[in-house]
């Protein structure tokens, strides 16, 4: 559905017939004039992956993908769309190009939230997630891709295994604050009532601040402007933390 800002009316609705309950938040494609929305699958049978004109709401394509729950991520060049289904596999679509979509098989149990891609160079992408099986992990996936489809190259360039004692894990955010690989850092809530700061090369947490113990910590967000770190808990309270 698209609602007009100003004064709440509808615009239009976007209801094809065959789509299943929507759980997320939908990715804006500025440049094209396209929204892409994720949903459930109703067990495999329905497409999970939408793409919608933004102007006139009709549907340009869909993917059938098995269920996804959270919310697709465009990455820099505007090139792919990446997801993470509920089983813990990271899926990569072209924005660019039709019906040309990759599946990279993570082997766990489920996946959670969106996935942070990062450019590191032209066409290649290093994308975190979390997944869990027995225990969270974040991971850290090589995505390489050509400009016409055929090719792409996935890679488990890193599989950052959650440390003893810390719980299950948030949707990691990165903080783009630094110039360079080497300074910048992943943040991550946890159910153990803390936030991490984990090293984006090798997986190692480098710092951890209690939030409140005995709560689950949210996804967090940054303040590129103040410099701060905002989590929310299962107590219902926000907090702010300077970044560390």
């Not at 004039?33 to 992956?49: E, F, K, Y």
């Not at 340009?60 to 990455?75: H, K």
């Amino acid at each position: 559905m698209k609602v007009n800002g100003s004064t709440g009316a509808i615009v239009w609705t976007f209801s094809p017939g065959n789509m299943d309950a929507v759980n997320s938040t939908p990715a804006v494609d500025y440049a094209n004039n396209v929204i892409w929305v994720t949903s459930l699958s109703n067990g495999a049978t329905q497409p999970s992956l939408w793409r919608i004109d933004s102007v006139t709401g009709a549907g340009i394509s869909n993917f059938s993908l098995g269920d996804i729950s959270g919310s697709p991520t465009l990455n820099f060049d505007n090139k792919v769309v990446y997801a993470v289904k509920d089983n813990g596999d990271l899926v990569a679509v072209r924005n660019d190009i039709a019906a040309c979509a990759n599946t990279f098989a993570t082997g766990a149990a489920s996946g959670t939230g969106f996935p942070i891609p990062v450019a590191v160079a032209a066409m290649d992408d290093r994308i975190f997630f979390t997944t869990t099986n027995g225990s969270s992990t974040v991971r850290k996936v090589r995505f390489a891709y050509n400009p016409a489809c055929g090719g792409e190259t996935f890679l488990a360039d890193a599989v950052y295994a959650n440390p003893s004692g810390i719980g299950t894990l948030s949707t990691p955010i990165i903080n783009f604050l630094g110039l360079t690989p080497a300074t910048r850092f992943i943040y991550v809530g946890s159910s153990d009532g803390n936030l991490y700061k984990i090293d984006p090369v090798n997986g190692t947490v480098l710092l951890s601040r209690t939030v409140n113990t005995g709560f689950t910590i949210g996804d967090p967000s940054l303040d590129l402007q103040l410099l701060k770190l905002y989590v929310g808990d299962t107590q219902g309270r926000i907090y702010s933390f300077d970044v560390f």
